[in-house]
């Protein structure tokens, strides 16, 4: 088995043996779960060869599957960048608080069963209070209705649910449903984690899912290739976890956007297929589209240990052609990472892009007055539970152990999955982190999506906490504002929970051990696999009934969790003019400040309620306060939704003005359809996040850019706008803005978009969804 630090034999050969009585013709199901959903590998590589034979060039691994997947490769433009693909992905996957609202408008396209394979996972619903399973069964008690929808729903379109207790989505997938060269979409940002077993895997929103529900191809903006080559090979507290943070702060969080992360080198078969699940996972952070390893053995040993081998066998038939990349095929950019010489990093506060390497990290913590004592260490989550990452800070808690320690933080564990959960409780690294001092919690998002009741402090006390999480933004995990929160791999968040120091570096300092000795933590071990295989726990999985007709789905009319959706009014086929603008958003402004998550969750069914947080977190340049705007034809300060609801009942269209990389981080979508339901026309900015920008669009806004980006300095939140040019509305060409400044000449302004001829159609019709429901192509 592989660990994160093992070397292969030998370099991996072009094509890795096969000793089955497989062809490259035979019907290979997808996974164990579905009989009805099978690998298409020979019209994958039909379409590849054709594209191949277009372009005259090699192709990325990358691109392979991405133009595997076209649905004409025969007529589609492909510029890398520039053109927007027409895809069919082999199946989406969705969570339980992104799963309402794309079923919700799915329910309302009238269609009897989904098209591709779907699966619902229940994993974000679920807070941290005390424990795992009383955490569970509170959860089960207050979200009821909604899992009570969700299970109706999925058995009535033909979709499998996922109960709660199953584990998190991407976990979930990557056991599951993740195989070589496929194409899947996921109604979370992280979808990207089953790049660690050789397929592509993007996040979108719900309308996009809703797409793929319905048998329409899924658009995408044709990505460029950003390649990263891996050399040399980690070594002893250095993790797959440090690859993504090295890259993220040498890239930014926005360095990643348009692009698709492809690894190559002979590093990349150092490690394990769960260590590349991790660095996929948090390609999400640099706003990557996504990213990927190319197929090989370690990919190999996690199909087999997870009951796939007749996949891996299969997949090794088309390694050679159609599961690696063409030799001399060329990247847009490449980054070169040497792993002998990676040492462990630190990311954050408030930014997963501000890198520290461990070295450097007593210097800099002190010099930012960042507080040093960690008041909480917490492992797990999507983005590193594996059976190797437990078994590794394991290994560190044990030898702390043997010399009388345990933790001086707060200290957490997330599993995954109930797989990872049932098979470490088996083998006993469960029992290590309870004796070490450790909290297990529920087999959920948990913390890092800010699903946490944290008592251990009062809102506004600043403190330090440490995760082996994905994402740190301000706020996120705990709703604390003072909270620094730092992302690490496992093995140093374990470090340092047992030191409580944030100053503390296991390669070179020393601990005081309860016989008053010094020592030195040792290097964390541990295998890549279990050797007893895994143990799958607890069924929770619910396939669709063979006999769907008698199911009814479950919605109580006066549910305030739960609320069927009316159409979106069309354009009415004029410019907009005279427009307030809602807010000008200061710096940055993430998903979490347009609609957070944590004790909003609850809402993602009703959108009338959801839309209580619309832009609550994101700072008023006005006034440098969140949640506090002027009506400008009042003069009252009210909070966001409160003065849009109120510019919407008088029938005031209006907009937002934002920054760089606007609507970064999730993939929720409420974040698009709450501004649309508040009476929104515009969101104008800087840049935007990928995922964000395509919301938007889906829900019939008008995302823009300024031209000249210093244009935003020179917008007052007290001025009026006006978009002209919308019948004249095409790709490519440019809409002005004019502005009337409250006391001053008006001004003109160039914005920009991204808008190709079907997206300026969504924005005519009102929304993508009521294209689709118009029938017309």
Not at 602 to 610: Q, T
Not at 761 to 770: I, Q, V
């Given at each position: 088995m592989l660990s994160a630090r093992s070397t292969l034999k030998a370099p991996l050969k072009r094509t890795l043996a096969t000793a089955t009585n497989l062809t490259r013709d035979s019907k290979v199901n997808q996974n164990l779960l579905e009989s009805h959903s099978f690998i298409n590998y020979a019209e994958n590589l039909k379409n590849v060869d054709i594209v191949r034979k277009r372009l005259g060039r090699p192709l990325t691994y990358a691109e392979k599957i991405l133009y595997g997947h076209l649905d004409k490769p025969h007529e589609q433009e492909i510029t890398r960048g520039v053109s927007y693909l027409k895809l069919r992905p082999d199946r989406v996957a969705c969570q339980d608080a992104?799963?309402?609202?794309?079923?919700?408008?799915?329910?309302?396209?009238?269609?009897?069963?989904?098209?591709?394979?779907?699966?619902?996972?229940?994993?974000?619903?679920?807070?941290?209070?005390?424990?795992?399973?009383?955490?569970l069964a509170r959860a089960i008690d207050l979200n009821k209705e909604v899992y009570d929808f969700l299970a109706t729903a999925t058995a009535k379109y033909n979709m499998g649910f996922w109960k709660p207790g199953s584990g998190i989505i991407h976990q979930i997938v990557l056991e599951n449903y993740a195989f070589p060269g496929a194409l899947i979409i996921g109604t979370d940002s992280h979808t990207p984690n089953a790049g660690g077993l050789g397929q592509l895997a993007i996040g979108v929103g719900g309308a996009d899912a809703v797409d793929v529900m319905s048998d329409l191809p899924w658009e995408l903006k044709a990505p460029k290739i950003l390649g990263v080559k891996l050399t040399g090979r980690m070594n002893g507290w250095t993790s797959p976890k440090d690859i993504i943070l090295k890259l993220a702060g040498i890239t930014t969080v926005k360095g990643g956007t348009g692009k698709i992360v492809e690894y190559f080198g002979e590093g990349v078969d150092t490690f394990s297929a769960t260590g590349m699940g991790t660095i996929c996972n948090m390609g999400a952070e640099i706003g990557a589209t996504t990213s990927v390893f190319p197929f090989n053995k370690s990919m190999v040993e996690y199909l087999d240990a997870t009951g796939r081998d007749k996949i891996a066998e299969f997949a090794k038939l088309y390694q050679g052609d159609l599961l690696s990349a063409d030799k001399d095929c060329e990247y847009d950019e490449i980054i070169e990472l040497d792993l002998n010489t990676l040492e462990p990093y630190v990311n954050g506060p408030f930014t997963p892009d501000l890198a520290t390497p461990i070295s450097k990290m007593k210097e800099v913590a002190v010099k930012n007055d960042w507080p040093l004592e960690v008041k909480v260490g917490l492992i797990g989550s999507c983005t590193n539970s594996s059976y190797e990452d437990m078994s590794r800070s394991a290994s560190i808690i044990k030898d702390a152990a043997a010399h009388g320690l345990k933790a001086k933080s707060i200290f957490t564990v997330t599993p995954g999955s109930e797989q990872i959960r049932a098979t470490i409780e088996r083998d006993g690294q469960l029992e290590t982190f309870k004796e070490f001092g450790g909290i297990v919690l529920?087999?959920?998002?948990?913390?890092?999506?800010?699903?946490?009741?944290?008592?251990?402090?009062?809102?506004?006390?600043?403190?330090?906490?440490?995760?082996?999480?994905?994402?740190?933004?301000?706020?996120?995990?705990?709703?604390?504002?003072?909270?620094h929160a730092f992302v690490a791999s496992p093995e140093l968040v374990t470090a340092f929970a047992i030191a409580g120091d944030l100053r503390f570096n296991p390669i070179t300092d020393t601990l005081k051990g309860a016989d008053g000795k010094e020592f030195k933590l040792k290097a964390p071990f541990g295998d890549g696999l279990p050797t007893r295989g895994?143990?799958?726990?607890?069924?929770?999985?619910?396939?669709?009934?063979?006999?769907?007709?008698?199911?009814?789905?479950?919605?109580?009319?006066?549910?305030?969790?739960?609320?069927?959706?009316?159409?979106?009014?069309a354009w009415n086929g004029k410019d907009a003019l005279d427009m307030p603008i809602l807010i000008k958003s200061l710096g940055k402004t993430?998903?979490?400040?347009?609609?957070?998550?944590?004790?909003?969750?609850?809402?993602?069914?009703?959108?009338?309620?959801?839309?209580?947080?619309?832009?609550?977190?994101?700072?008023?340049?006005?006034?440098?306060?969140?949640?506090?705007?002027?009506?400008?034809?009042?003069?009252?300060?009210?909070?966001?939704?409160?003065t849009a609801r109120d510019y919407r009942d008088q029938g005031i269209k209006w907009v937002v003005i934002g920054d760089e990389n606007f609507g970064e981080g999730s993939s929720r979508e409420h974040a698009a359809l709450e501004p649309r339901f508040l009476g929104g026309f515009a969101i104008i900015t800087r840049s935007f996040a990928r995922i964000h920008e395509t919301n938007l669009k889906k829900q019939g806004l008008l995302p823009l850019n300024f031209k000249n980006p210093a244009d935003y300095d020179k917008i007052n939140p007290t001025d009026k706008i006006d978009i002209v040019g919308l019948k004249e509305f095409a790709p490519g060409k440019n809409l002005t803005m004019v502005v009337h400044p409250e006391n001053g000449a008006s001004w003109d302004c160039e914005l920009t978009h991204t808008f190709n001829k079907e997206q300026i159609?969504?924005?005519?019709?009102?929304?993508?969804?009521?294209k689709i429901k118009s029938g017309t192509n």
């Open positions: 992104t799963a309402q609202m794309a079923i919700l408008q799915f329910m309302s396209a009238g269609l009897p069963e989904v098209a591709k394979p779907v699966t619902v996972h229940c994993d974000h619903l679920i807070q941290a209070q005390v424990g795992g399973e009383k955490d529920a087999n959920a998002c948990g913390p890092c999506i800010g699903q946490w009741d944290r008592r251990d402090i009062k809102k506004g006390d600043k403190n330090t906490i440490v995760s082996s999480y994905n994402r740190n933004f301000t706020s996120r995990n705990d709703g604390n504002p003072q909270t895994y143990d799958k726990g607890n069924n929770t999985y619910q396939a669709p009934p063979a006999n769907r007709d008698s199911v009814e789905v479950q919605i109580a009319p006066n549910s305030d969790r739960l609320q069927k959706l009316a159409p979106f009014e993430t998903t979490d400040h347009i609609s957070m998550a944590g004790p909003w969750l609850k809402y993602r069914g009703h959108l009338e309620n959801i839309s209580n947080n619309y832009m609550i977190g994101a700072i008023n340049a006005e006034n440098k306060k969140a949640n506090n705007i002027r009506n400008v034809y009042t003069g009252e300060y009210k909070g966001v939704p409160d159609e969504w924005f005519k019709y009102g929304s993508a969804l009521n």
